[in-house]
């Protein structure tokens, strides 16, 4: 070896040994950072099985960063019913998810088996969680992190007088909807008045049942009505005769996986006559369904939800089946969007479609939300709504 190679080997070494050391420093204060963020902030790697049951509707940890940036669960000491609030609010706040405070109470409320954070006293609010429902806590307020709703979440939701189960992706009833509901019985209340309860068509059919909200809210209402519900969806299908049966109303109710576009020969042989065709749609205009929250977006059936170009596509189908659906003192009732009811009354006025328009009805915010039709030739009955 001459002198240059003999200079060049030895700095070459000096400086293998230099950066193994590096190398080497560099590990060890990596892992003794991540030891001291553990400590800080502490992550979950607890198997969650809702994890994979959701995987199919790209549903959870979508959010980068998520799972490791959640509180460590204390396993020293327990919070108070107070304290586990305010915590969880303080995190949901930061990470932007929706209705904070809201969203910790209900959680920790359903862990408690109550129905609101209210109905505990001040006194009882200072008391500790067991060990047990702080890791709940942690469980359920992990999966609000991940934008799930909160109805999901708790698996069950209120709907009128019903407590209901709730699960993606069935598409969550909303509060206007129970004012549906009230359009629908006042209607119903009057017909059974006037006898018509004893009839074979005092009978509803309901497109896109969902959970079963509408239908379930009806026959509990009114025990004498029997109620045909369909939906495309077999989850919804499902969730509606689970929450029948949750309700012991699986002896009036009959329920259908079919689609009112495709299967709509064998819809009206099936249903017809009946005294209220009501509907929910999906009635949102496809441009609009690139605006909606994160927790809609992700968990929700979109098919609830996308009406089409118009938001009409399904509203159409129903129309158009209508007429041969219902008795001559029957009804259709539905939710719209608010541009919708001007549309279809100018329809069912523009032509030959055997409807006749009875009212629009604006939701609590003021909004016209409701279209009620009846058939041209329709028996009037003074004392029902809107004549
Ligand atoms: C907005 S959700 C309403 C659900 C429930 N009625 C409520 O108010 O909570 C609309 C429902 O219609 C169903 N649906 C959509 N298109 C349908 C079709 N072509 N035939 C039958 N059901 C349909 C969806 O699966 C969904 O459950």
Request: a negative charge; hydrophobic letters at 45%; proline letters at 9%.
């Given at each position: 070896?001459?002198?240059?190679?003999?200079?060049?080997?030895?700095?070459?070494?000096?400086?293998?040994?230099?950066i193994t050391t590096i190398v080497v420093l560099l590990n060890k204060w990596t892992i003794m950072l991540i030891r001291l963020r553990r400590s800080v902030y502490g992550f979950s790697n607890r198997v969650d099985p809702l994890k994979d049951r959701f995987i199919g509707h790209k549903r959870l940890y979508s959010?980068?960063?998520?799972?490791?940036?959640?509180?460590?669960?204390?396993?020293?000491y327990r919070l108070t019913v107070q304290e586990a609030v305010t915590l969880w609010t303080s995190q949901f706040q930061l990470r932007g998810v929706s209705e904070p405070r809201l969203s910790s109470q209900y959680i920790i409320a359903h862990l408690l088996g109550i129905k609101t954070l209210e109905s505990l006293g001040n006194d009882?609010?200072?008391e500790f969680l067991t060990h047990k429902q702080m890791e709940q806590t942690w469980k359920l307020c992990t999966r609000r992190l991940t934008r799930m709703p909160v109805q999901y979440v708790i698996e069950g939701w209120d709907f009128r007088d019903l407590s209901l189960k709730m699960r993606p992706p069935v598409f969550i009833p909303r509060p206007e909807t129970e004012?549906?509901?009230?359009?629908?019985?006042?209607?119903?209340?009057v017909l059974q008045g006037i006898g018509v309860s004893e009839q074979a068509n005092f009978q509803c059919l309901e497109v896109g049942c969902g959970s079963g909200a509408i239908s379930l809210s009806l026959l509990y209402s009114l025990p004498q009505l029997r109620v045909i519900a369909l939906d495309k969806n077999k989850d919804a299908v499902d969730l509606t005769m689970e929450n029948a049966h949750g309700l012991g109303l699986q002896g009036q109710l009959k329920v259908h996986h079919m689609d009112v576009i495709r299967d709509a020969d064998m819809i009206v042989k099936m249903c017809s006559p009946v005294s209220?065709?009501?509907?929910?749609?999906?009635?949102?205009?496809s441009a609009d369904m690139a605006f909606l929250d994160p927790e809609v977006h992700q968990f929700e059936d979109q098919a609830a939800l996308d009406g089409g170009d118009d938001g009409m596509q399904v509203i159409r189908h129903i129309l158009t089946l209508a007429p041969k659906l219902l008795s001559n003192t029957g009804r259709v009732y539905l939710e719209v969007d608010p541009r919708h009811p001007a549309l279809i009354q100018q329809w069912a006025e523009g032509g030959d479609h055997g409807l006749r328009y009875v009212q629009t009805h604006c939701d609590f915010t003021g909004r016209p939300r409701f279209c009620v039709l009846e058939n041209d030739n329709a028996t009037h009955i003074k004392t029902m709504t809107s004549i």
């Open positions: 070896m001459n002198e240059f190679t003999n200079s060049t080997y030895s700095s070459t070494v000096t400086s293998l040994v230099g959010s980068p960063g998520v799972a490791e940036c959640i509180p460590a669960l204390p396993t020293a009882r609010q200072a004012e549906l509901v009230g359009l629908v019985l006042a209607d119903l209340q209220a065709l009501v509907s929910n749609p999906p009635y949102l205009f």
